[in-house]
């Protein structure tokens, strides 16, 4: 198939950036998408014009580290599928392809199609943790957990931290990525004991990064390539303001 | 080159306890005087740096991912062996032990894999307190599953995704660590040399792969656990950017190569679409509980289903070959990686293959299905079939899933001893990175084990135990300044000056692809002494061109990934070589290794215990000069070398 690209090109973080079109012939409909754009930098290259930037890793839809707004949805067209398990099937030929990276103003562009996506690791390390000293930890199964329970937790610790939901999002949240996590833990009997502390913490870190709060618009949910649901963000909710009230009778530590 | 595996005395059992109790301790208040630098973040590097920063050392943790949580093991899907026998069925640590050893077609070390078989039941209770979300009964207790084969049900899983789970665990002790203070990470930084101070190890250089600033990081000792080099055959189940290079630098320096030539092919992936392929998907074996696996007999057969002429369901019950069935009666679909794989190959090689290229064979759930049901197959194996849709855009709940063999697993990996410490003092490697516990083959659910075991449970006290010996007087004197960084800054820069500069023609992705299938002819499925041979040539011709006609495009001094790609093919060159070189030294057939002129009158592997049962140990001499060989004997005095047979 024939394709028409309009890519976003960005020197470096400082570098004001526009778009670019290119023009890629003889693309297989069996190929990923990320495999286009290999096609479209060996294209480049065989021009001597400069490669293009974007990120990538496992090409199987579970490290999160690949990031691209196709038309304009982050991980594009395809319900829960990530850039990389796109495949080109699902475009026409002579389609106009536009790609970006993420938009938000907390994961600013390093170059072309890559952002900075650090503050999501800093949300982790305030608090999304449980804490298990190695060498310290019981026998697994001394203490049983519903398996209901562990099927929550699970659903929640799905998230593969691509931030999508963040892209997505007219507000630039980090609720729904903070919320899977804070689920995950909160959930389980092991990570009760720092509940409240991890709860505030993580909310906290995550104001203090840039993320706007959340107006309920679902625009994360929808572009969630692990399907986390909103019923995660009601949750965090409700965990933030009893870890609240907690606080303010007596100071969380 | 001196090979002392410092196996410690005394019954099997009682080593790991007995040689923790004679470790040199270092006093809590001193620990803050060390640091250590750990390159990798995978579940044996993230679990590392989580530990000995817990411990109290300084700790500075490289990756090349833009996020610790993203490390490939990520990706690991079947599950996570331990010997906790909670099913009842016989299962212990012996068990795991023998068939570990069993598995690896008898070219491990005994001591490491015991201790290995050992320490896996505090790993799953490690990964239950950290909140790993394993799956469970209704009652409330851990679930299991027999996987690869196995005759016991020793497998704790987490939907399809053990190892994002585990390594969250991991990664999440991480967390907490750097948001403590105790561990520095440095995110897109990728190790580009070691370097030695007095014959150990004492730091490395690293570029940052955002500014393209070359670095310095020295430390008291450093360890290696950048994962395996799977990605030297360009298409394997890896992540883009699985490397060989730290490895293969502190190789340059003096670290023995073990077992190169030890590769595993995963017999159940989605075969190759096309020519711009660059991964292969790898499909759970758990499918082979349940799918055949059959070619059909006639090769005309297979012709008409390649040219689309022909419905693989049409095709009557007597003319599907059932090969697994019929040659391993008693494993069935369910025989080892290596033997499955092997099998798929010989029947493409022969005309029998199916898929658009040749190379496929199917694994069918029609019978499956017609015995459990429809309802029944999916709630086994839906996220796998939706996942096999969304690659292939065929549906196999109505027609047969096809499945060809590809590159998966590296059982070779710089040589340690049962400290985990190479041939450099100073320097220690675990996980895939390290030439491990596997032997010849890997049994499945079985990487994830030895990267915990060595993450969390082992290199926490043996790195301990090499700063303690060296004292406490030698903490930190070590610094950047030390004219070593220097010399080894410079030769990382200059090369990297050189591969920007050679203004040639071809691409490193495109050299990469042409240097993969070179190793994936000759030193894949199976192995020649001719085929070999010629493959250290074709090697060396294109090695040549490389370094002639490469095209970088974009500068050094800012994120490039056509310099990131070139680093990574470049050393790849230089290694595809010497696993050529280990398969053609190792004139026997075992495990993953199967050379043509050594096997059976039915075509099984032939091992040969009286000259090679002995781990291969590479030094390098120098560029231009063949590398030395060094064998470390294997000594079984537990279990008795047996013919591995399937039938
Ligand atoms: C698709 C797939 C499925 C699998 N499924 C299973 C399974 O079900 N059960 C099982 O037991 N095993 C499985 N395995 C094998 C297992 O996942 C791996 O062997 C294991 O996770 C490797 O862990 P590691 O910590 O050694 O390396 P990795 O997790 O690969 O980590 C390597 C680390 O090193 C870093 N690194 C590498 N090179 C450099 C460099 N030059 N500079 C800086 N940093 C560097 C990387 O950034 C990364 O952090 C699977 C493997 C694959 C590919
Ligand atoms: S919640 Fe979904 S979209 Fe957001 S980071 Fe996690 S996986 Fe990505
Ligand atoms: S590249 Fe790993 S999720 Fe897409």
Redesign the interface.
Same mark, same amino acid.
């Given at each position: 198939m024939k394709l028409n690209l309009r890519i976003w090109r960005q020197?470096?973080p400082l570098d004001k950036g526009r778009f670019e079109d290119y023009q890629l012939d003889d693309v297989?409909e069996? #190929?990923?998408f990320?495999?286009?754009l290999?096609?479209l930098?060996?294209q480049?290259?065989?021009q +001597?014009?400069?490669?293009l $930037?974007?990120?990538?890793?496992?090409?199987?839809?579970?490290?999160?580290?690949c990031s691209l707004t196709i038309n304009g949805i982050p991980h594009g067209p395809?319900k829960e599928?990530t850039t990389c398990?796109l495949?080109m099937?699902h475009f026409k030929d002579g389609e106009t392809i536009t790609i970006e990276p993420w938009r938000a103003k907390p994961l600013p562009v390093?170059?072309d199609l890559?952002v900075?996506? #650090?503050p999501?690791?800093r949300i982790?390390?305030?608090?999304?943790?449980?804490?298990?000293?190695? +060498?310290?930890?019981?026998? $697994?199964?001394a203490?049983?957990?519903?398996?209901q329970t562990?099927?929550t937790?699970?659903d929640a610790?799905?998230c593969?931290?691509c931030g999508a939901c963040v892209a997505a999002c007219p507000n630039a949240s980090a609720m729904l990525f903070t919320a899977a996590k804070v689920t995950?833990?909160n959930s389980?009997p092991?990570?009760k004991v720092e509940k409240d502390r991890r709860t505030l913490a993580m909310v906290s870190t995550m104001d203090g990064e840039g993320f706007c709060g959340c107006t309920n618009v679902g625009e994360c949910e929808a572009v969630c390539p692990k399907g986390i649901a909103l019923d995660m963000i009601a949750q965090l909710n409700r965990d933030y303001t009893s870890a609240q009230v907690k606080n303010f009778f007596e100071p969380v530590q | 080159m001196k090979l002392d595996a410092k196996i410690p005395d005394g019954p099997l059992p009682e080593k790991w306890s007995s040689h923790k109790f004679k470790m040199k301790l270092v006093n809590p208040a001193n620990r803050r005087k060390y640091s250590v630098i750990v390159v990798g973040s995978g579940l044996a590097g993230g679990a590392a740096a989580a530990s000995l920063a817990e411990q109290g050392y300084n700790v500075s943790c490289f990756c090349y991912q833009d996020s610790p949580r993203r490390a490939h093991s990520i990706a690991a899907q079947g599950g996570i062996n331990a010997a906790k026998n909670y099913q009842n069925d016989g299962d212990s640590i012996h068990r795991l032990f023998y068939d570990t050893v069993k598995g690896g077609d008898y070219r491990s070390r005994e001591a490491n894999v015991y201790r290995l078989a050992e320490v896996s039941t505090d790993i799953i209770d490690q990964c239950v307190a950290q909140g790993v979300p394993f799956a469970r009964e209704y009652g409330g207790l851990l679930a299991n599953r027999s996987f690869g084969g196995a005759q016991v049900s020793r497998t704790f899983y987490a939907r399809g995704q053990t190892g994002q789970q585990l390594l969250l665990g991991a990664y999440s002790a991480l967390s907490k660590q750097i948001g403590l203070g105790k561990v520095k990470m440095y995110n897109r930084h990728e190790m580009l040399d070691l370097v030695m101070v007095d014959g150990h190890a004492k730091g490395i250089v690293a570029r940052n792969m955002t500014t393209g600033e070359v670095t310095r990081h020295a430390a008291d000792c450093v360890v290696l656990a950048t994962g395996g080099y799977g990605n030297a055959f360009f298409l394997s189940t890896n992540a883009q950017g699985c490397n060989v290079t730290a490895a293969y630098r502190a190789h340059k320096r003096g670290a023995g190569f073990a077992n190169p030539c030890f590769t595993q092919i995963h017999p159940t992936c989605i075969p190759v679409h096309g020519e711009n392929q660059s991964k292969l998907a790898l499909m759970s074996e758990s499918l082979r509980n349940d799918g055949r696996i059959w070619a059909p007999k006639d090769p005309a057969t297979a012709a008409k289903i390649r040219a689309g002429e022909l419905d693989p369901n049409t095709v009557p019950e007597d003319e599907r070959d059932y090969y697994l069935e019929r040659k391993y009666p008693s494993f069935g679909n369910l025989a080892p990686r290596d033997i499955s794989s092997r099998a798929a190959k010989e029947l493409c090689d022969a005309g029998h293959g199916v898929a658009s290229t040749g190379l496929g064979v199917y694994l069918d759930f029609r019978d499956a299905i017609q015995r459990d049901g429809k309802k029944a197959i999916e709630e086994r194996y839906g996220n796998l079939f939706e996942m096999y849709q969304r690659i292939t855009g065929d549906d196999p709940y109505s027609t047969p899933m096809m499945i060809f063999p590809a590159v998966h697993y590296t059982m070779g990996g710089l040589w340690v001893d049962y400290n985990l410490e190479s041939t450099i003092p100073g320097l220690f490697v675990g996980g895939e990175a390290n030439f491990s516990d596997h032997g010849a083959n890997r049994l499945g659910a079985s990487a994830l084990m030895q990267g915990l075991a060595d993450g969390y449970f082992v290199l926490p006290y043996t790195v301990g135990n090499y700063l303690g010996e060296q004292g406490i007087a030698s903490a930190g004197t070590v610094t950047t300044e030390h004219s070593a960084f220097a010399e080894v800054e410079d030769a990382v820069e200059s090369r990297i000056e050189k591969l920007m500069s050679i203004g040639g023609t071809q691409s490193p992705r495109s050299f990469h692809k042409r240097l993969g299938k070179i190793i994936w002819d000759e030193c894949g499925m199976a192995r020649s002494r001719e085929g070999l041979e010629g493959a250290i040539q074709q090697i060396q011709a294109l090695r040549k061109e490389f370094w002639s006609d490469l095209r970088v495009t974009g500068d050094a001094d800012g994120l490039n990934p056509e310099l990131e790609r070139a680093g990574r093919v470049a050393d790849f060159m230089e290694f595809g070589e010497l696993m050529c070189r280990d398969a053609l030294m190792r004139e026997e057939s075992c495990g993953g290794h199967f050379r043509v002129e050594y096997q059976t009158d039915d075509g099984e592997a032939l091992r040969n215990d009286a000259d090679y049962t002995y781990v291969s140990v590479w030094e390098y001499q120098g560029d231009d000069t063949e590398p030395a060989l060094h064998k470390e004997p294997l000594i079984y005095e537990n279990v008795a070398l047996a013919t591995r047979s399937y039938k």
């Open positions: 020197k470096s297989s069996d #190929s990923s990320l495999e286009m290999d096609l930098c060996e480049l290259v065989a +001597g014009k400069e490669a $930037a974007f990120d990538h890793d496992c090409r199987e839809g579970i490290c999160g580290m395809e599928t398990q495949h099937r390093i170059k890559v900075d996506r #650090s999501l690791d982790i390390q305030s608090g999304g943790f449980i804490t298990a000293r190695t +060498g310290s930890a019981v026998e $697994a199964n203490i049983p957990i519903a398996k562990g099927d937790a699970m610790a799905a593969i931290g995950h833990m389980l092991q990570g | -």
